[in-house]
């Protein structure tokens, strides 16, 4: 008696969640924003589905971060792919894949690198894997998604740029290339989809407490903090919270959300 009102206790909570009966696919799902990210949303009642380059990683998002937010109760499974989204043909590959499973919801592209160098030294390698996964990846993961959703004329689309996309940054030229095209690419893809019930946003986050930032030296970061107006740096989870806010806001679309702590005031 007592085992069957906990399992009608748990299914009716987890049916009154706002984002139930929905998929969130992250780009960058298994570190830092894209994986605070993937615990929101799935907290929050959607199914998540991962992409990132490390299967070991995957296997430990899905079973150690994602797999106890319901507990062994619940229905909803989470899925994660090893996919290189600076590779179009992985990422086709990934989506056709995906697609056999359910559609996606939102997207959610937080995968990303920086390569910092001032442009002069800056190793050509390192400037082609910049555009390739961070823009080219952007461009290829929204039109790979873009069908479905027009299909379905529903879906939120989330990208990740920075407030050095907006400002520009000493070494960080090739970066900030990336990071501005993302807006420029997002707002002319919002007015595309836009009359089939989709939005397309952008999320600048400033200085975020990631693996990505880690190497940042101490009294760098303390310079960076002594500029922001709340005095700290970010952490993932404050982009997770802003995803999470224009994933479900339906008349706000072609914008760009700062997460930055006021850093670029
Ligand atoms: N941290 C900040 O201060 C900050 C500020 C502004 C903007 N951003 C942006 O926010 C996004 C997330 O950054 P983060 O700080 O969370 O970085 P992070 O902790 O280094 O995580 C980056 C994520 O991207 C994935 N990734 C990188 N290259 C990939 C590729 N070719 N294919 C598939 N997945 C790939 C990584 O997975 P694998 O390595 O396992 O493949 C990882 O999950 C990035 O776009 C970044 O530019 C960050």
Redesign the pocket.
Known sequence: MLSSFRRAYSIAVHEALPLSNTLTLI?????????ATAKLFARHGSRIVV????QE?IKHVLEKELAPIHGSNSSVEHLGFQ????NQEDIERTIKDLNQVAPVDYLVN?????RDSLLIAHASQDIENVIS??LM?TIWLNKAVAKGMMRRKRGAIIN?????GLQGNIGQSVYSAS?SAIIGFSKSLSKELGSRNITVNVI?????D????SSIPEDRKKAIVARTSLGRL?Q?DDVAEAALFLAQAKFITGQVLVVDGGLSL
């Open positions: 780009p960058g799902g298994t570190r830092g924003i894209g994986l992409l990132g380059r490390d990683r996919c290189d989204v600076s937080s995968a990303g690198i920086a996964t961070n990846g990740i740029s920075s407030v050095v990071k600048a986050p400033g200085y975020i990631t693996d990505m930032t970010g993932a």
